[in-house]
């Protein structure tokens, strides 16, 4: 039969648009963020003094240098060779971006460092902001040039790199805990 008129795209004006709905629950948010609720109350309301008001600004702070410092050491990596971002890690670095990708997160980072890690907001959670800015960048095509072979074209993906942002991140609370359980 035919269809329904209500399961065609479009509209009268000619529009083949159709809305679908926001791919998360929260909305437009590209990622789920973790709740930071933990931040500002005791659960354990009578086992002693109350959370540091601190707390919360303390915790940020220290999201957004870990940020910062694993932004640092993917671009300290300089990237593979390779014309793709690979899942395999370079050795020590935790690093699998292509010197394109680095490149890209070099640049992306440079038009926003003054504003997510330099002190121009004082909003909490600039380095999820600046993650989730990343994240919806949409990916790009970019021109390798190779001494043998003429150039190539490459495929450069910002979730990924994010990923990898992620992944040093990690790496890089890990040692400052260590440091930290060190330290008198």
């Known amino acids: 039969g035919e269809p329904d008129e209500k399961d065609s795209p479009g509209d009268e004006s000619g529009n083949n648009w159709v809305r679908v709905r926001p791919l998360s629950s929260s909305g437009d ?25 601190l707390r919360k600004g303390n915790f940020d702070l220290l999201v957004n240098l870990a940020t910062k410092e694993s932004i640092k050491r993917v671009l300290a990596s300089g990237g593979s060779d390779g014309g793709s971002d690979s899942r395999e890690e370079k050795e020590g670095t935790g690093v699998g971006l292509s010197s394109a990708s680095i490149g890209f997160l070099r640049s992306f980072h440079e038009d926003r460092a003054e504003y997510y890690f330099g002190g ?7 380095a999820d902001e600046f993650l989730e800015q990343l994240i919806t960048t949409p990916p ?10 003429g150039d190539i074209p490459v495929l450069i993906e910002p979730v990924a790199i994010a990923e990898v942002i992620l992944k040093e991140r990690e790496r890089v609370a890990k040692e400052w805990k260590e440091v ?5």
């Open 29 to 53: 948010a590209a990622f789920e963020r973790m709740n930071p609720s933990f931040l500002e109350f005791d659960p354990f309301e009578d086992s002693g003094p109350a959370p540091s008001p």
């Open 120 to 126: 121009k907001s004082k909003q909490y959670h600039m």
């Open 140 to 149: 790009q095509m970019a021109t390798v040039r190779k001494r043998i072979g």
């Open 180 to 184: 930290a359980s060190a330290s008198p």
